[in-house]
Structures are given as C-alpha cells and as structure tokens.
C-alpha cells in the first residue's frame, strides 16, 4: 500500500492517507524539512534520527512537563478536568510529564515495581496465556488477530496485575480507549463527556483496588505501587496513584497490541522470515527489535521547548510543542543501513528508539518484549503458510496522531502438529 513520497505541502497528519502509511511522509520531511511546523496545529515535528536522540536527551531544553492535550481539545480540556475534579480525581503531572528532579521521584519507585525479576516470574503465566489464546482459534484455520490474540494478551496481564477479572477485558479494553481517546484526536463537546464518564467508571474502580492492596497486599503492580517508598519520601497520593496507572494502562496495553499485530502482518508478508524463525527460534528476539523500529507502534511523543532551540538548522521558539517522531528516526538511512527494508541481521538492530530513550525510554519494554518473543516463538512453531484472509482496508490504521493501531488483520492458517 505504500504511496509515493508527498511533497512537502502535501503532507498532512490528520490525513487518513497518511496517517495509515506516513512512511512517505517522513521520507521527504527527513530530507526536506527535518524540523516540520505542522500547519494544522503549529507543533513542531522532529524527525531525523540524531535529532530526535538530542531531543530525547535534553530535558532541561524540552521539558515534558506540557499539557499538549488540553491545547489539543481547546475548551473541551476545561470540561473534561472539571468532570473530574467533581466526581473523581483531576488530571495531575506525574512520571511521563514531569522532569527531572521531580520525574526521578516516580521513577525510582517505578523502578522498583517493573523490576528484571518480577517480569522474569511473570513469564510462565504469559507462555500459558499464549497458549491459551492460541488453542482459541488454531483449529479453525483462521482468526482475525487483533481481537482474538493482540488485544486479549496484554490487556489480560495488565488486567490481572492490577486486580481486574481477566474476563472483564472489554471493560477495560474500554477504559484504555476511554483514556487514550484526548490525546488521539481533536473531540466534540460530547465525545469528551462521553470518554470522561467512562474514566470516571475506571477511577472508582481503581480507588476500591488501592484500598485493597494498601490493606491486603499481594505479589502484583498495584501493590508495589501501592506501597512503595523511597528513603523518607511520602507514599504516592491517590491523585498520584490515579495519574500513574492512567499511564501504565495506556502506555502498556494497545503499545503492545499494536507491536504485535504489525509483527504478525510483517511475518504474513515474509513467509520465508516465518521459517526461518520456526528453524531457530533464538532469532526470534532479533525479529521483536527489528519489527519495532521497522513498524513503532508509538509514532511519536510531546516536548515543549523552555528556551529557543537550533535543531538541524531551524530555531524552534521557546514554548513550542514538538512531536518527537520515534517511527521516523528508526527509517532514517543517515543512522540505519538501507533502513526501508526489513532485515533481522542488521547492524545497529539494538539501537531503535521505538522504546524512547533518555530518561523517560519505556519502563515497561522488559515487559513488552517478553509477551512479544513469547507470542512469536509459539506462533511460528503452530502456524504455517500464513496469509491474508480477507484483503486489508483503504486505511487499516485507527485513527492517531500518536499511535499506529491495525484495525484488524483477517489471517488464514494451516496447522503444525
Ligand atoms: C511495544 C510496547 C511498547 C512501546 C512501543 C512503548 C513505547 C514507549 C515510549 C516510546 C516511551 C517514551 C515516552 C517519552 O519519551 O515521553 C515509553 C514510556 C513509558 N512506557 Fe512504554 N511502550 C511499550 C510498552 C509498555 C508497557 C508494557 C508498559 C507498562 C506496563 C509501558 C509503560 C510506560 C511508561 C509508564 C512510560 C513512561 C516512563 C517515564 O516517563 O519515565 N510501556 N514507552
């Protein structure tokens, strides 16, 4: 489906065109304008793959402590804390919004939860979730993905570690939407109310788990969260609390459902990768990091400049909210060798910034990259001969100006025994 590269004044990211294979785009803007004022919102787009790494490596110039999604709804922002703020908990600043010192408060104490060890546990239970969602749907010969294995996966571990029935997925698939649906795209008055009352459902729950854990604590996140303290710090308000799982919920759930429906769409389009995954599955780990840089699920994220900035020859004015274009970086043939094609055996595979990098990189990838090696060493070892069972859509992406959601992915099967 890849378009020609657009020109430069072509190019529009609220376009569906665009926004379902913006690979084009970021080509001409890499070489044409590597710093892009988009006209549409005035952000500024970086795209080129040392800039962004500049980028991600000096907060003190572009800070994250921004409030880009209330600029992205206008009024409608107002209505959403104020909704809020009556019957719930208020949107704070924590972890991915704050800057050092501050951020250092939540990380140390994040750091402690997402801990080596603690996913290291978990993967038993992921292996056996696998698994489960395979024996699902193997012996139909087909499944549409996305629904039937990439959403059920992370939404199920996330589920059970903050204490959700794992069969309450549609709720909490929900509640994900519910949360992520501001900073996607521009809303109506309506829509905003609508998605607010739904995350007023997550925060009652929430706030009943929190008092759970602080009273009955268990092995999972949300006890750890709960809990933890560090030297004399004061344990996270429930404000805090609030605003950080809001963030492990959207920064953990469809991230991965995304990562691992382009994994298998890029496998479907690669039959010989899928035997020679299925020949040596220690390569499985390489594909994970290729097909994060060569498909980023998160496309790109917000700084605000604190002073004026040259970056590759353009000033970008204090105040001014750039996008930091992950998925463009990790195509930039200034960095990676022939960088459009796929190829597991590259060099500089490590070196994708699918995770971010610097201070905020993901604190969730030990996690991520767990249910994805896991997903793919038992697909490849039950599927074979996996094709499209139904032909792609015009725009198979959901609609984001940060996020790269297949839609669904119709796949048809043969069984292995
Ligand atoms: C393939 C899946 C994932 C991708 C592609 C991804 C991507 C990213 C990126 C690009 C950042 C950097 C943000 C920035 O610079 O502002 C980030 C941060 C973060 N991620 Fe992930 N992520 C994934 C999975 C997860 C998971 C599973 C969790 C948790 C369960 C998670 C939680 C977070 C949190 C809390 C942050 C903020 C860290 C901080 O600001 O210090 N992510 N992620």
């Not at 409030?67 to 704070?92: A, I, P």
Request: aromatic share 8%.
């Amino acid at each position: 489906m890849s378009q020609t590269a657009p020109r430069v004044d072509q190019i529009s990211f609220l376009n569906p065109t665009i926004q379902s294979d913006p690979y084009p785009a970021y080509h001409t803007l890499r070489d044409e304008a590597p710093v892009y004022r988009m006209p549409e919102t005035g952000f500024y787009m970086v795209t080129r793959y040392e800039d962004v790494r500049d980028v991600l490596r000096d907060p003190r110039s572009f800070s994250s402590d921004i409030r880009v999604f209330g600029s992205l709804q206008g009024e409608g922002s107002n209505v959403q804390q104020t909704m809020l703020k009556e019957r719930g908990w208020e949107h704070v600043q924590t972890l991915q919004r704050t800057d050092p010192p501050r951020h250092s408060r939540y990380r140390k104490l994040l750091n402690q939860v997402f801990t080596g060890p603690r996913v290291e546990a978990l993967a038993p239970r992921i292996r056996q979730l696998v698994n489960e969602l395979v024996d699902g749907f193997i012996d139909k010969g087909e499944c549409e993905f996305v629904s039937e294995f990439a959403l059920p996966l992370p939404g199920i571990i996330i589920a059970e570690q903050i204490g959700l029935d794992p069969k309450e997925i549609l709720t909490f698939k929900k509640w994900a939407d519910a949360m992520l649906a501001t900073a996607q795209n521009p809303l109506t008055p309506e829509q905003i109310a609508q998605v607010t009352e739904t995350e007023l459902e997550a925060q009652h729950y929430l706030a009943k788990v929190f008092e759970d854990r602080r009273q009955n604590p268990r092995d999972d996140i949300m006890s750890g969260l709960v809990n933890a303290t560090i030297d004399d710090e004061e344990p996270y308000s429930m404000h805090e609390l609030q605003n950080l799982m809001h963030q492990l919920i959207t920064g953990g759930y469809e991230t991965t459902t995304s990562a691992l429906s382009h994994g298998m769409w890029l496998l479907v389009q690669n039959p010989e990768l899928v035997k020679e995954l299925r020949n040596d599955v220690s390569l499985v780990d390489k594909f994970v990091e290729e097909s994060l840089r060569y498909k980023s699920p998160v496309q790109g994220l917000f700084r605000q400049t604190t002073r004026d900035v040259d970056l590759s020859g353009t000033v970008i004015p204090a105040e001014s909210v750039v996008i930091v274009r992950f998925a463009a970086a990790n195509r930039d043939d200034r960095h990676f060798d022939d960088a459009d094609a796929l190829d597991i055996h590259r060099e500089k595979l490590g070196t994708h910034v699918a995770f971010g990098a610097g201070v905020h990189r993901c604190i969730g990838a030990v996690l991520a990259r767990e249910e994805l090696q896991s997903a793919y060493r038992v697909l490849v070892s039950r599927m074979d001969n996996i094709e499209l069972a139904s032909p792609m859509p015009e725009h198979p992406i959901e609609p984001s100006i940060f996020l790269f959601a297949l839609k669904k992915l119709h796949i048809k099967f043969d069984k292995l025994a």
